[in-house]
């Protein structure tokens, strides 16, 4: 639906150099890069804001790259939402309703309906700057909404929440992409990436440099800078179960359990879990790790850290290790090994 | 800020800001103090003086507002874009206020007179520039205009950018996004520039003398009784103008006060 080809701007000190990704129908489309790399910029220009050097933006097998900012129906949504303070927030959800030829109480439905769907019903006769951030990003994705936008552009829309809030948020951007909202998200944060994501682009030095899905970019990163930057090698799709023992959960995935120390609620959700926290050892140890595998060496990668093992334990964990360690085990391809983590180690992000 | 001790240095600033202010002060009071009320009644009662003050109030809103419609909306694009030589109108725009005021209005009596082609094609219409209430105007407003460009200017740039963007990415045209959020929102800064504006239009000596003597604006019969009568005459309309310009200010400060808007 979306296609950025080879989007190129200069600005100043920093450079877009060649951007070029797609995103289909539907959608939700994060782009992670650190603080910097222009992920602002980029959206601007897709919307139209900002005029690219070269390259081309495709919208529904229409060239768009020149198109007239207000032709476009691409909601930008930005950081700090930039409500205008002068305005209610009805008026503001309004402001974005297209066409002169609607009614005022087709309007006034709309705008109802409108935060309804965000959850900010009670909000319409209060002031931006009365509104805590939550309260603000979600009037701000109402007004984008009520554009009626063929893709919404998020910049960075959990960055200046508290987790109670931030926690509503992913919530309700989720519930937007499942009515048939397609997203492109950016942030900095690989968390937001892994819980909201259906596609995931990692963008260094003005280029998106992988693409795809959550599993392919985060269990294969293509260079060491993506290894790095995503930060987490080991990531689980699973159910956390209801009943803990002594705060202990039983989280499920493809059919292992894994025992987490976790205060979340129970339910669908992801599990993360650092390399460097995974121990391995040629016996069954009695330590304080909860979790205890055997599984089978697949592969081993020297990395700017140390070395990576990866076991096939029922799913497949990275493990890094010193060259000390991989010396001390002999570790091998095809070699079985005990590979375990404490409970406190793991960490799980409802969905 | 944090309470800090205060320093004697801190002290002989005090000291010196009082002695500022008695300076601004002293003059002001001791004229209205010299001036009995039934002077001023007798000044107020004055058709001449009347007439004067109506005339300066009159024109002097009329240069603010005719020459707003202009200067607004360059202020704004003073604030939004960069052009080439941009400092250089930035520069031109503060002229009027660094030139001789008798200077600008012997420039302006040149372009204005009636041999010239503005003078002259302004007559076809009815209009004198020279010995007219347009010419006072014309007089007023340049030299006057850099205080509205300048405040209008600082208000629009206070407006974050990205709240006009934001109107734009949501459909808006670039009309509809400068009257409905640049506007509203720099909408203080515009007016304290239109006040200043105003203020220095119907204060104007220099430049009106030279255009218009006649019909005679309130600073030109002062200076007309002072060098007719003396001190004495020129006391009472000089505080009588004072406090009707005083009470307009008030009036309008009281009317434009809005809602102070958080920008986030």
Redesign the interface.
Known sequence: MLSVDALQKRLGDFAMRDVSFDVAEGDYFVLLGASGVGKTVLL?TL???VVPDGGRIVLDGADITATR??KRR???V?Q???????MSVKRNIA??L?GSSWSRRRAHETVEALAATVGASGLLHR???TLSGGE?QRVALA??L??QPRCLLLDEPLAFLDARARGRMRGLLRALNRQGHTMVHVTHDYEEALSLASHVGIMENGRVVQTGTPTEVFHHPKSEFVAQFVGIRNFFHGTLEPTPEDGIHRFITHGLALHIATNAQPGPGSLILRSEDITLSQTRTDMSAQNSFLGTVVDIAPSARGVEVIIDIGVEVAALVTERAVEHFHLHCGQKIWAGFKATAARFIEE | MPRSRNEPLHWLFAVLGGLVLLFIIAPLAGMALDTSFPELAETARDPEVRQSIGLTLWTSMAATLLLSVAAIPFAWLLARKDFPLKHLVSAIVDVPVVIPHPAAGIALLGILSRDSFAGRTAERFGIEFVGGPAGIVVAMAFVSLPFLINAARDGFAAV?E??E?????????PTRVFF??SL??AWRGIVSGLVMMWARGLSEFGAVVVIAYHPIVTPVLIYERFGAFGLKYAQPISVLFILVCLAFFVVIRILTRRQD????
């Open positions: 601007e919307a139209g804001l900012i207000q691409m909601a930008l930005y700090d939402q930039a409500l205008f303070p002068h402001y974005g297209p002031h931006p700057g603000a007004r984008a009520a554009t | 974050p990205r709240i963007r934001a109107a734009l990415n949501l459909g808006a045209s409905t959020v509203p929102l808007h958080v920008v986030r």
